[in-house]
């Protein structure tokens, strides 16, 4: 965006050597993808980019810089940051009582209570109990700094479709097979539910299958597309399955040897059996 409204002008990207030149532009490349795909908002693209680029200095000299730009204030993102935690400690707060008390036991004035809060505070944030269960299972799609660093750093762009899958995943383990089967419910009583917020990534994963086939990681001519719809499929069954079966297996290393199979990864490129049976 800097770069946009700025031709002439490096900005805080002058101080850059011409290797983290490159890795700036590919990492702009990726943040626009996700502003795309998420559909996540210009500055919060510019927070994960800035963040990324202190790194790449190791000092906090391009935080400071895009700080003091008149284009990109600290303000907002202290803003931003400040509504974000509010929520989360929120819905942790409601995710406890949840696998405590039981989904269908437990109340909004319970959650305002556990959170000391008032009831219309609450609302400002969720319309309600339900709104708590869409807004962590919607997590996934976007990016938080440690997330987003993982993302950027996999070996290949299969193990990326892997990390989005295993976010579901950790938030199926996090919630246990009572709580995530309330994720199934709301899916059969409305549009929002597990599958379809895993399936809000099906542009992303067809993208990525692509690149693996063009790298030869998958070995298929099947349309990318269709094998992302597929291993989505197959990993919302297991996930469905692994809450029928109150956890009774490992759904984490199940989910990984479905997705390589329905994806066609080359053997050379699955993770060994014994690595994969100690997810």
């Given at each position: 965006v800097y770069k946009r409204q700025h031709p002439n002008n490096d900005g805080p990207f002058g101080h850059l050597n011409s290797f983290q030149r490159r890795h700036v532009n590919l990492l702009t490349l990726q943040c626009q993808g996700l502003q795309g795909i998420f559909e996540t908002s210009h500055k919060k693209v510019v927070k994960e980019l800035y963040k990324i680029l202190c790194v790449l200095n190791h000092r906090n000299k391009s935080r400071i810089m895009f700080e003091e730009s008149k284009h990109f204030s600290s303000g907002v993102f202290e803003?931003?940051?400040?509504s974000w935690k509010f929520k989360e400690e929120v819905a942790e707060t409601a995710i406890s009582l949840f696998k405590r008390d039981g989904y269908n036991n437990v109340t909004?004035?319970?959650?305002?209570?556990?959170?000391?809060?008032?009831?219309?505070?609450?609302?400002?944030?969720?319309?309600?109990?339900?709104?708590?269960?869409?807004?962590?299972?919607?997590?996934?799609?976007?990016?938080?700094?440690?997330?987003?660093?993982?993302f950027a750093h996999a070996d290949n762009d299969f193990e990326r479709i892997w990390q989005l899958f295993d976010r579901?995943?950790?938030?199926?383990?996090?919630?246990?097979?009572?709580?995530?089967?309330?994720?199934?419910?709301?899916?059969?009583?409305?549009?929002?539910?597990?599958?379809?917020a895993i399936h809000a990534l099906d542009d992303l994963f067809a993208t990525l299958a692509n690149n693996c086939a063009k790298a030869g990681i998958i070995d298929t001519e099947e349309p990318p597309d269709l094998l992302s719809r597929i291993a989505t499929d197959l990993v919302c069954h297991e996930l469905y399955v692994w809450c029928s079966q109150k956890g009774?297996?490992?759904?984490?290393a199940r989910a990984r040897q479905y997705a390589e199979v329905a994806?066609?990864?080359?053997?050379?490129?699955?993770?060994?059996?014994?690595?994969?049976?100690?997810?």
């Open positions: 803003v931003q940051d400040s909004v004035n319970d959650i305002c209570k556990a959170c000391g809060i008032s009831r219309s505070v609450f609302y400002s944030s969720f319309n309600g109990k339900r709104s708590i269960l869409e807004y962590m299972v919607e997590k996934p799609q976007h990016n938080d700094d440690k997330s987003f660093m993982k579901f995943i950790t938030i199926a383990y996090d919630f246990g097979p009572e709580l995530t089967s309330t994720l199934f419910i709301m899916q059969f009583e409305s549009p929002e539910g597990i599958r379809t009774n297996f490992s759904l984490r994806y066609h990864v080359k053997p050379e490129y699955r993770m060994p059996a014994e690595q994969r049976d100690a997810l």
